[in-house]
């Protein structure tokens, strides 16, 4: 694993967000921090969906949240609009907020249970003051129907009274109320039973096509992804280990880690008895991670070479990078 | 084999403001000794309250049971409390699915997991901690000794889980529940876990039922699936059978909207429309009827019967996939 490097950058006209160098760094004493995010950079095309996969404690989410400045930066830069997030005062970042939303992983916890499902739509569009009262019905109940809530059922009823599939739909509707530019969905099936997740899922490639979105989606589980993403960037302890098209990263996964992603995805059949890679003992502390490569301490390639000197993300062809001083053939 | 568990006729409701609620209506399942059985279906299917039920921890006073329930040649439905609760640990065990709350965050793993041991088998502290030490490298965690003086939350999940386990394998159960054991856990975990599951389970000659909503979790990991939709089994085989020959609607549609590793992707994904039939309003036809993409008249109006094929196999379906129509 990994490592830093911008081989994968590609810098067009029509990008979106450009995160290059992001640190961020959680203090625990006044001596010590923790880098849950380690020098990443990404770039998202208008469009696109970028799908950052990785373990419990990997730092997929603070990375979401660093990119909306929910959480400051300690170092680097996140380019949203031709403008760099991190290096604007508070009042500005809050101009920008609009263009750019989150969906978020429980969503039964992240409505308020004393709105109703109309009032829950509209609160974006009434503290933006966008439109009149009127115009903001009208629109609270087109948002209802895109995601497949009716309005005249459910619109004044409280978020509690539905499932987690119903919860998460209004999530989405709310999260859309703005017109954003950009999406970030984190986890946003891990609650929902394997029939509904299909659902959320179909239902975000509509909003994405019919909103014209660009969308991060964040997830520890690589077969969801799979469906929905344009690329995928695999983090294992604050670090990129690879990013790649989906179809080359299932295909030939390049970094061992990546390889042992995919073979601990239990498949539905039994007679495909995959070699499964089941990974030994858990990631190490971030508090004091390996030297040089972070993934050696489980990597069954790792040499001395991983010890001392850490890898950098290079194009290996087929459309993958990674960062891998021994990457799979 | 001779048969562990068996169910005949289960049926629990619960007392609800709207009515009364089936959330089990009418199961029959046997478990053999030293079988593997998964138990499949979506939230609210009835999978987790058939399972404490099976183990009689329904105590509330709105679940009523009718029906019942024999482990190991005891009749349980009819037996007292203080019998029942003599199963629990050394006859049936139970994983529930959330490491983080199942275990008492305010005491160390050492005392619960000696606690078992203490109460049941009447050992003595010091062989207790012996076993324990034992069982905590049998589910595999490193330095077992410093792992007994800890809390809790000074475990990651994976771990926590495994503590979980150790604690239900403590006093050698027949019978181990696993609820969604893994759900909570991270991919790679999860795939530990089940390993750790299978493997203890052949090593100590033990009878699992794995409660699920993942048919791929179940595919690799047990002899016999059984399918639950709205309370009831509407699918039951030997797993390779159900998987090669799936004939209840409801199956295939399970099974087509997992997101598939080994396939190429489409763009969109299969769903089952709809959702659950409310559980309590019981439809007179099949409850798959609403969300069926085969549904016929005579599915709305005629509630269909379980059917045993030859081969053992079971579905609870009037035009089952796989026969000519």
């Not at chain 1, 979105?213 to 280990?241: E, N, P, Q, W």
């Not at chain 1, 239990?266 to 499964?276: E, F, G, L, N, R």
């Amino acid at each position: 694993m990994a490592g830093t490097g911008k081989a994968h950058l590609r810098n067009t006209e029509d990008t979106v967000l450009s995160v290059e160098d992001l640190v961020v760094e959680f203090s625990l004493s006044k001596k010590t921090a923790v880098q849950a995010v380690s020098g990443i950079s990404f770039d998202l095309v208008q469009g696109e969906t970028l799908s950052i996969v990785g373990e419990s404690g990997c730092g997929k989410s603070t990375l979401g949240k660093a990119i909306l400045s929910l959480l400051p930066a300690t170092s680097g830069s996140v380019i949203f609009g031709g403008r760099d997030m991190t290096k604007l005062d508070k009042e500005a970042v809050r101009n920008l907020r609009p263009q750019m939303q989150m969906i978020f992983q429980d969503p039964i916890s992240s409505l308020d249970p004393r709105y109703t499902v109309k009032q829950l739509v509209a609160e974006p569009l009434e503290i933006w003051s966008r439109g009149n009262a009127e115009e903001q019905a009208s629109k609270v109940e087109e948002l209802l129907d895109s995601v497949g809530i009716d309005p005249a059922i459910a619109g004044d009823r409280k978020a509690y009274e539905f499932s987690g599939g119903q919860c998460q739909r209004i999530s989405i509707a709310r999260s859309l109320a703005l017109e954003p530019k950009l999406l970030i969905c984190d986890e946003p099936v891990s609650a929902l039973d394997v029939s509904i997740q299909a659902q959320i899922l179909n239902l975000l490639q509509d909003m994405k096509e019919r909103y014209g979105l660009t969308m991060v989606f964040i997830s520890h589980d690589l077969s969801v992804v799979k469906a929905v993403s344009t690329r995928i960037l695999v983090m294992y302890l604050g670090k990129i280990c690879e990013i790649a098209t989906p179809d080359s990263l299932y295909d030939s996964p390049k970094h061992h880690y990546t390889h042992a992603l995919v073979g601990s995805v239990p498949i539905p059949d039994p007679t495909k008895k995959v070699a499964q890679v089941i990974l030994e003992g858990e990631p190490p502390s971030p508090v004091d991670p390996p030297s040089g490569c972070r993934f050696r301490t489980r990597c069954p390639a790792a040499t001395e070479l991983c010890a001392a000197e850490e890898p950098q993300l290079r194009d290996v062809g087929g459309g993958n990078y990674v960062a891998c001083h021994h990457p799979r053939s | 084999m001779s048969s562990l568990l068996s169910l005949s006729n289960l049926r629990i409701t619960f007392d609800t403001p709207r009515g009364e609620l089936a959330a089990v209506r009418g199961v029959d399942l046997e478990i053999l000794a030293g079988e593997s059985l998964g138990v499949v279906g979506e939230s609210g299917s009835g999978k987790t309250v058939l399972s404490r039920a099976s183990m009689g921890l329904l105590t509330m006073s709105s679940a009523h049971r009718s029906g019942t329930v024999v482990f190991d040649g005891q009749d349980l439905s009819a037996a007292s409390r203080d019998t029942v609760r003599n199963t629990w640990g050394t006859g049936m065990a139970m994983i529930f699915q959330d490491p983080m709350t199942a275990l008492n965050p305010v005491r160390r793993i050492g005392s619960q997991l000696t606690e078992g041991l203490r109460v049941r088998l009447d050992m003595s502290k010091k062989d207790a901690k012996k076993r324990a030490i034992e069982l905590l490298q049998l589910v595999r965690i490193p330095d077992p000794e410093t792992a007994l003086r800890k809390f809790p939350n000074q475990l990651s999940g994976g771990m926590r889980q495994r503590v979980m386990i150790a604690i239900a394998l403590a006093c050698n159960p027949k019978l181990l529940f696993a609820d969604e054991p893994t759900t909570a856990l991270d991919v790679t975990v999860q795939a530990q876990i089940l390993q750790l599951l299978s493997d203890l389970r052949k090593e100590l000659n033990m009878s699992m039922v794995l409660v699920t909503h993942d048919l791929g979790v179940v595919a690799g990991h047990t002899d016999k699936i059984a399918v639950m939709y709205a309370g009831e089994v509407v699918e039951y085989a030997e797993t390779k059978e159900l998987f090669a020959n799936v004939r209840m609607p409801y199956t295939e549609a399970l099974l087509n909207s997992i997101p598939r590793l080994d396939q190429k992707s489409s763009g969109r994904m299969a769903v089952i429309e709809g959702r659950l039939p409310d559980p309590t309003q019981p439809e007179p036809g099949c409850a798959f009827a609403s969300r069926c993409p085969y549904v016929q008249e005579k599915c709305r109006t005629e509630h269909p019967e379980l059917q045993k094929a030859n081969n053992g196999h079971q579905f609870r379906c009037h035009f089952p996939l796989g026969a000519s129509r």
